[in-house]
T-cell receptor
Framework: ETGVTQSPTHLIKTRGQQVTLRCSSQ?????VSWYQQALGQGPQFIFQ???????GRGNFPPRFSGLQFPNYSSELNVNALELDDSALYLC????????????????FGPGTRLTVL | AQTVTQSQPEMSVQEAETVTLSCTYD???????LFWYKQPPSRQMILVIR??????QNATENRFSVNFQKAAKSFSLKISDSQLGDAAMYFC???????????FGAGTRLTVKP
């Protein structure tokens, strides 16, 4: 069974640029959630994708957007990067049945460390 | 909004001893799920244990067990026979049964002394 993978591992961007982070879900999982983890803090929920559509969103501005592909992999896009976007970005996959919410346990990838200069 | 509080930024335990990590949460919902995740220096968040709010029995996974007190909104993690590999950041998390937003606490850094 293949676990959740993320790319790249590290990334350095400058303020105002755009970035795309990628996530491959665990085999058999159809749902991907993205989190931002600032240094010394717990992860914060950005959004979730299920069946290629956004299925819940946290308190993040529209410049944070995403995609999910037919193979259930996902991308997180961040436009107009700000210094405060520097963080570890975590992707988690799970298996959702019939749109139900609470029964799926999320399994995390190793994260992408984004630094904005 | 639901919040999760971990009041112990750091904890230390001697190898082979037992340690308890605290977590409290605030919610008005009746149906939810609680989790403990471990994040070692490798950064990957690893699921330790999960508890459904509707279950009265405390979850147990080998050396890891929880003390779930629903009325008190408390969800502590007990690690028995601590091992050096248990050293990590531990995060408590709350997940509503009605939406997809999982809320994490600020974490507790556990050190295991040989």
């Amino acid at each position: 069974e293949t676990g959740v993978t993320q790319s790249p591992t590290h990334l350095i961007k400058t303020r105002g640029q755009q970035v795309t982070l990628r996530c491959s879900s665990q085999s058999g999982h159809n749902t991907v959630s993205w989190y931002q983890q600032a240094l010394g803090q717990g992860p914060q929920f950005i959004f979730q994708y299920y069946r290629e559509e956004e299925n819940g969103r946290g308190n993040f501005p529209p410049r944070f957007s995403g995609l999910q592909f037919p193979n259930y992999s996902s991308e997180l896009n961040v436009n107009a990067l700000e210094l405060d976007d520097s963080a570890l970005y975590l992707c988690a996959s799970s298996s959702k049945r019939g749109g139900s919410t609470g029964t799926d346990t999320q399994y995390f990838g190793p994260g992408t460390r984004l630094t904005v200069l | 909004a639901q919040t999760v509080t971990q009041s112990q930024p750091e904890m230390s335990v001697q190898e082979a001893e037992t340690v308890t990590l605290s977590c409290t949460y605030d919610t008005s919902e009746s149906d939810y799920y609680l989790f403990w995740y471990k994040q070692p220096p490798s950064r990957q968040m690893i699921l330790v244990i999960r508890q459904e709010a509707y279950k009265q029995q405390n979850a147990t996974e080998n050396r890891f067990s929880v003390n779930f007190q629903k009325a008190a909104k408390s969800f502590s993690l007990k690690i028995s026979d601590s091992q050096l590999g248990d050293a990590a950041m531990y995060f408590c998390a709350y997940r509503s049964a009605y939406n997809n937003d999982m809320r994490f606490g600020a974490g507790t850094r556990l050190t295991v002394k040989p």
